[in-house]
């Protein structure tokens, strides 16, 4: 498993409880494929706390996905719905669990809330 998907999974487990997820409540199985297996990832949302796993059970979405795409995903270099949509990415069962997926992810590198992009401007003119 590589270093980028366990930070990844890591700094979700440490955040415990994420504000944008607090109507939410479901699991989420990532099926990570590499050369030789699967590596299996849960995270469970229950009212915006997030937990983490390494279990092989059933979830309300399974995400399926080759293990160097989704580092590129961890990183903020590839954005999941948009990878869904070029088939980078396969889920089954609730959608809009993969909806809500753009929520976990780091943002690309370099990119700036709109808020902090618009506060520098007023300084600037």
Same mark, same amino acid.
């Given at each position: 498993?590589?270093?980028?998907?366990? &930070?990844?999974?890591?700094?979700?487990?440490? =955040?415990?409880?994420?504000?944008?997820? @607090? @109507? &939410?409540?479901? &699991?989420?199985?990532?099926?990570?494929?590499?050369?030789?297996?699967?590596?299996?990832?849960?995270?469970?949302? =229950?009212?915006?706390?997030? =937990?983490?796993? $390494?279990?092989?059970?059933? !979830?309300?979405?399974?995400?399926?996905?080759?293990?160097?795409?989704?580092?590129?995903?961890?990183?903020?270099?590839?954005?999941?719905?948009?990878?869904?949509?070029?088939?980078?990415? &396969?889920?089954?069962?609730?959608?809009?669990?993969?909806?809500?997926?753009?929520?976990?992810?780091?943002?690309?590198?370099?990119?700036?809330?709109? =808020?902090?992009? !618009?506060?520098?401007?007023?300084? $600037?003119?």
């Amino acid at each position: 498993m590589s270093e980028a998907t366990r &930070t990844f999974f890591e700094a979700l487990e440490r =955040r415990g409880h994420e504000r944008l997820l @607090k @109507k &939410t409540n479901g &699991t989420i199985r990532f099926d990570l494929e590499r050369d030789h297996g699967v590596d299996h990832w849960l995270v469970e949302i =229950r009212g915006g706390a997030v =937990r983490v796993s $390494q279990q092989n059970s059933d !979830a309300d979405a399974v995400v399926r996905a080759d293990s160097a795409f989704f580092d590129r995903m961890a990183r903020g270099e590839a954005k999941p719905v948009a990878a869904w949509l070029r088939n980078d990415i &396969t889920s089954e069962g609730q959608f809009r669990f993969i909806l809500l997926l753009e929520r976990l992810f780091a943002p690309p590198p370099g990119a700036r809330h709109p =808020r902090f992009a !618009a506060r520098s401007r007023r300084r $600037q003119g």
